[in-house]
């Protein structure tokens, strides 16, 4: 692992159009704009073409090493990554590349959002590694889409990490929902939103305990979500505003009947279950 830290992954020619013109007018205009607005211009950009940028520039040589908004998605680092590939050997890849980035940026300088979109592999830590590096660097919006072989949790070390604000799990799609196993110590004392899609959920006591360890918490989204041998769905908590629950799956013969809201806070409300449920009980704030 060291080794493949400590090598420079091959990175393909410059394909964004940010990258093409970087060289003339536009870019020395951008290079005049103070570093903060220049991080929020390259904070829509993949990570992959922020270091494509910095290789065809002398002024963002460095630019990649110091920007707070780290990008990684599988599919769009290569062209067909398929055709030239396995699907193991681009998945190594893609590590050696997110291990390259992550070991060569300032440890000290805080994550503002970390988007990565890959492979999770039974066995393989490598996933559970990037999550301890963003929160000793207090990442504060974190979004997560993983295809695992096997179940995901919340390390520890995400759980307590006190700059977490923002949170997105997409753990799949309509057909295959991977699942989350909830942490069972506290913490998430920041989080104002969790956005949960195609995530498949155990432990119906854990998930009541999960929502009530997030006392700032006031968006909560839902969608595609399968509530494993859940008979109701209970809600509860003072501090949520935005509510949606879009399409639960339903487990068949038995799954999720009934559904409680109890949110005395709430501002917005959106109930999709997908199918007919045999009680739905709110309590929202008076009108």
């Known amino acids: 692992m060291e080794n493949a830290l400590q090598r420079s992954p091959k990175i393909s020619k410059l394909t964004c159009g940010v990258c093409s013109n970087v060289g003339g007018?536009?870019?020395?205009?951008?290079?005049?704009?103070?570093?903060?607005?220049?991080?929020?211009i390259f904070s829509f950009l993949e990570t992959i073409d922020v270091v494509r940028v910095s290789a065809v520039s002398?002024?963002?040589?460095?630019?990649?090493?110091?920007?707070?908004?780290?990008?990684?998605?599988i599919q769009n680092i290569w062209s067909n990554p398929l055709e030239r590939w396995s699907l193991q050997t681009t998945n190594e890849k893609f590590k050696?590349?997110?291990?390259?980035?992550?070991?060569?940026?300032?440890?000290?300088?805080?994550?503002?959002?970390?988007?990565?979109?890959?492979?999770?592999r039974v066995d393989d830590y490598t996933l559970y590694k990037w999550i301890a590096v963003v929160a000793r660097r207090n990442v504060q919006v974190l979004d997560l889409d993983i295809i695992s072989d096997e179940p995901i949790k919340l390390p520890r070390s995400l759980v307590t990490c006190e700059s977490l604000v923002s949170l997105k799990l997409d753990f799949g799609n309509r057909e295959y929902q991977g699942v989350l196993n909830l942490p069972t110590c506290a913490g998430f004392s920041w989080l104002k939103s969790l956005d949960l899609q195609h995530v498949d959920v155990l432990d119906y006591n854990l998930f009541r305990e999960f929502l009530s360890s997030c006392p700032?918490?006031?968006?909560?989204?839902?969608?595609?979500?399968?509530?494993?041998?859940?008979?109701?769905?209970?809600?509860?908590?003072?501090?949520?505003?935005?509510?949606?629950v879009d399409e639960f799956l339903l487990s068949e013969p038995k799954g999720l009947r009934s559904c409680k809201v109890i949110c005395?806070?709430?501002?917005?409300?959106?109930?999709?279950?997908?199918?007919?449920?045999?009680?739905?009980?709110?309590?929202?704030?008076?009108?």
């Not at 979500?225 to 209970?234: A, G, K, P």
């Not at 005395?264 to 009108?287: M, N, Q």
Request: net charge neutral; aromatic share 14%; glycine share 2%.
């Open 216 to 244: 700032l918490l006031e968006n909560l989204y839902m969608k595609e979500c399968f509530f494993h041998n859940f008979s109701s769905l209970d809600i509860s908590t003072t501090s949520l505003k935005y509510l949606t």
């Open 96 to 120: 050696d590349f997110v291990n390259w980035v992550l070991l060569f940026q300032n440890g000290s300088l805080s994550i503002h959002r970390f988007r990565l979109s890959c492979l999770n």
């Open 58 to 73: 002398r002024k963002w040589r460095y630019l990649w090493l110091s920007i707070p908004y780290l990008n990684f998605n």
């Open 264 to 287: 005395e806070s709430l501002e917005a409300l959106k109930l999709h279950f997908g199918r007919e449920i045999d009680k739905c009980v709110l309590k929202l704030p008076p009108t």
């Open 25 to 40: 007018e536009d870019g020395d205009r951008l290079s005049n704009l103070p570093e903060p607005i220049v991080h929020h």
